[in-house]
C-alpha cells in the first residue's frame, strides 16, 4: 500500500495503490476517517500546504511512509503496548506474536467470513475479490474457505432429521418382518 496522497480520493473513496501488485484498490472512507482528513486539510491550508500530491500519512519527520519503516513503527508500537518483548529472544513459548502480515490476514478472513455467511447480502466471493484487491477469483476463495465449509455445516446440522425419529418425507421405514 502506498503512502496516499489526497489526489487518490474520490467521492468518500480512496483508490488505494497496492504495493504488491500496482493495482489501484477502492477502499470507501469511514465517516470517521473522512473527519480526520478534513481536520489534516483544515491544517494545511492554514499553514499555507496545499498540494494535493503531498503525502496523507507520513511519519514523525513528515516524510511518506515507506514499507520498512511503516513496519518499523509497527513494531515500536507493538512494544509500546507490551503486546511484544523488546528482544525477540524474550517471547514466551506459544506467545501471542503480532505481526503486519497477520492483522491483514485476519481483515481479509473477517470480510470473507462474512462475505461466505451471507452470499445473498454481501455479493459472493466477488466481494471478497475486490474489497481485498485480488486478481485472481482463487485467493479470495482461499480466505473464504473456512467460514464457507462452516456455513455449510451449520446448514447441513438443519438438514438432518431429528436422532431417533424417521421423518415422514422419507416414506415409511421397512418393519424388521419385511426386511427379512
Known amino acids: 500500500m502506498g503512502a496516499g496522497h489526497d489526489s487518490q480520493i474520490q467521492d468518500a473513496t480512496w483508490h488505494v495503490i497496492q504495493s504488491k501488485t500496482g493495482n489501484a484498490v477502492p ?15 483544515r491544517e494545511r491550508r492554514k499553514s499555507g500546504v496545499v498540494d494535493p500530491r503531498r503525502p496523507l500519512l507520513t511519519n514523525s519527520r513528515g516524510k511518506p511512509w515507506t514499507p520498512t519503516g511503516f513496519g518499523a513503527s509497527w513494531r515500536t508500537e507493538l512494544i509500546r ?27 481479509a478472513t473477517v470480510i470473507a467470513n462474512s462475505v461466505a455467511r451471507h452470499p445473498e447480502v454481501f455479493g459472493g466471493i466477488q466481494r471478497v475479490q475486490s474489497m481485498l484487491g485480488h486478481l485472481s477469483k482463487r485467493m479470495s476463495e482461499h480466505y473464504a474457505r473456512r467460514a464457507e465449509v462452516e456455513h455449510m455445516n451449520r446448514e447441513t446440522m438443519l438438514l438432518l432429521p431429528n436422532f431417533g425419529k424417521h421423518p415422514d418425507w422419507l416414506g415409511k421405514p421397512e418393519s424388521k418382518k419385511d426386511a427379512k
Open 27 to 41: 477502499v470507501p472512507l469511514h465517516p470517521l476517517v473522512l473527519a480526520i482528513l478534513e481536520d489534516e486539510r
Open 81 to 107: 503496548l507490551k503486546l511484544k518483548p523488546h528482544r525477540k529472544e524474550d517471547l514466551e513459548d506459544g506467545a501471542f506474536r503480532a505481526t503486519l502480515h497477520g492483522l491483514r490476514h485476519t481483515n
